[in-house]
């Protein structure tokens, strides 16, 4: 479906009678990260990207449009800016469009908050706290790796901006009878394994261009931009045996971590996320078998 300027332009002025306090309002396309910006009463493509404003260079992690037009519901965020100024975000899907635009909300509310910062300058503390809820929005709260929710909205973004010339593989992994580990050496044990084992995860993936989450428990999943099946199977083979040289100790005993994998390159027959990470999870399962 084409943008419909004329259309988005009346919505948005209904948006506005019904939400005056708001300061900006914009359109986004999800897909594409452009803005039609509402400006001297009528709608115009302001030729840049939405996080630009944000001077930021790539997407938010915690893109507030993206997860508006995922979940089909509106939501809200806060932002900040280089010179700490703070900013209330709401964001509303607008499926009147199509299905990957959604209109911003935004003001600013830097001295109109109920707190106040008043011990240190520029908003420091208030904007460090900020930054911290959004990566909260976005990371495991223990391994400090991305977390589902993240995983979804990523792969998602990941399909809709695939190219052939790019491919992008995924890899689901867990580790093998790890209730054993914890019912034999202890929970802390199992701890130690986790922690080490996301802290290799987060290497691996930032030393080829990809990232990495924590599905749940003892389940993770690794991106590769750039790289496709074979390539990712070779660098998980080294991975593989990089983990299986570690060593773990408790009351004695000593522990050697295996994982099962599941890899999957994306290809256009697949038609969304849940059954690109279905086929890895299989794949991982018959790999778990052998």
Not at 151 to 177: C, F, G, N, V
Not at 194 to 211: F, M, P, Q, Y
Request: hydrophobic share 40%.
């Amino acid at each position: 479906m084409m943008f419909d300027l004329e259309k988005a332009d009346q919505f948005i002025q209904k948006q506005i009678q019904t939400h005056p306090l708001f300061e900006y309002y914009r359109i986004v396309d999800v897909n594409k990260y452009e803005v039609y910006e509402w400006k001297k009463s009528q709608l115009v493509a302001n030729g840049e990207h939405c996080f630009q404003v944000w001077s930021r260079n790539c997407a938010c992690r915690n893109c507030v449009s993206r997860l508006a037009v995922d979940e089909n519901r509106p939501i809200i965020k806060m932002e900040t800016t280089q010179d700490n100024r703070i900013f209330l975000i709401e964001s509303v899907p607008l499926r009147e469009l199509g299905d990957h635009y959604a209109m911003e909300l935004i003001r600013e509310v830097t001295d109109n908050l109920l707190f106040t910062d008043p011990d240190h300058k520029n908003n420091v503390m208030l904007t460090d706290i900020i930054y911290k809820m959004n990566e909260l929005s976005t990371h495991d709260s223990y391994t400090g790796l991305y977390n589902k929710r993240f995983m979804e909205h990523e792969l998602k973004r990941d399909i809709s901006e695939w190219k052939e010339e790019k491919p992008l593989t995924i890899a689901l992994l867990d580790i093998d009878q790890f209730k054993a580990v914890n019912d034999t050496y202890g929970h802390l044990m199992g701890d130690r394994v986790i922690l080490a084992l996301s802290e290799a995860l987060k290497a691996c993936a930032e030393s080829h261009n990809g990232w990495a989450c924590r599905v749940g428990g003892d389940e993770f999943l690794i991106a590769f931009n750039g790289l496709n099946q074979n390539q990712a199977a070779q660098v998980i083979q080294t991975f593989r045996q990089e983990m299986a040289q570690l060593q773990f100790s408790e009351a004695a005993r000593n522990y050697h971590m295996s994982i099962s994998v599941g890899i999957v390159e994306y290809k256009p027959e697949i038609q969304d996320w849940e059954t690109w990470f279905t086929l890895a999870d299989q794949a991982m399962y018959q790999n778990k078998q052998k």
